[in-house]
């Protein structure tokens, strides 16, 4: 029931684009990303509610595909401060009146000067 | 802004020891969610609540973990007795009811068990 993300790991230079995929075994109600610096707490960034919805964030944006149970989180012209872990959080169908957030298992983005 | 406060920072304790951690949500937040977050096991979840009624703890192992509560101001995540396969950093997360909001994470716990 996890979700699972792809890459595990991204390396870049500052502004230099990336993007992280989400991808469900299950329908997806909506998808939730935060990204989680080293030594603190995730931080929310965005939720998906429909599909073919897409979201920015500064230039941290992100696209839901409902039908093929996928969202991506698309980081463009990289910043130094965009390093962390980023987690995307997945409310399948029928979990979406109980509020139960499943999360992946993170990508963890270093931006590099 | 407001806060997800939890308690303690950091703990260390020995092995058959009890560990209470505490979680004091924000105010109108009314879902509570207890994770627990390795290198190995990333974020799972332990147990989270709607309006105070425990929904799903099954993510908890249930000989030695428990999670109340007790009124709408504080949410516990006991261990007892703790194993040092326990250590790790546990979190609180609030938010409104459902998918319609992001949730606010605690700074969370860092628990040692040696």
């Known amino acids: 029931q996890q979700p699972v993300q792809s890459p595990q790991a991204v390396i870049l230079r500052e502004g230099e684009d990336a993007v992280i995929n989400c991808s469900s075994s299950?329908?997806?109600?909506?998808v939730h990303w935060y990204r989680q610096k080293h030594g603190e707490a995730p931080v929310f960034l965005m939720i998906l509610l429909k599909g073919g919805e897409q979201k920015g964030h500064e230039k941290i944006s992100a696209s839901f595909n409902e039908k093929k149970q996928q969202s991506s989180l698309y980081l463009t012209a990289s910043q130094l401060s965009y390093s962390g872990t980023y987690f995307c959080g997945i409310f399948p169908y029928g979990s979406s009146n109980t509020g139960k957030l499943i999360f992946g298992q993170g990508t963890t983005l270093q931006v590099k000067p | 802004d407001a806060r997800v406060t939890q308690t303690p920072r950091h703990k260390v304790t020995e092995m058959g020891q009890e560990v209470t951690m505490r979680c004091q949500p924000i105010l109108g937040h009314n879902t509570v969610f207890w994770y627990r977050q390795t290198m190995m096991q990333g974020l799972e979840l332990l147990a989270y609540?709607?309006?105070?009624?425990?929904?799903?703890d099954s993510g908890m192992p249930k000989d030695r973990f428990s999670a109340e509560m007790p009124d709408a101001t504080l949410a516990t995540l006991k261990i007892q007795p703790s194993e040092p396969r326990d250590s790790a950093v546990y979190f609180c997360?609030?938010?409104?009811?459902?998918?319609?909001?992001?949730?606010?994470f605690g700074s969370g716990t860092r628990l040692t068990v040696v």
């Open positions: 299950k329908a997806l109600y909506s």
């Open positions: 997360a609030t938010g409104r009811t459902a998918t319609n909001y992001g949730y606010t």
């Open positions: 609540f709607r309006n105070r009624a425990p929904l799903d």
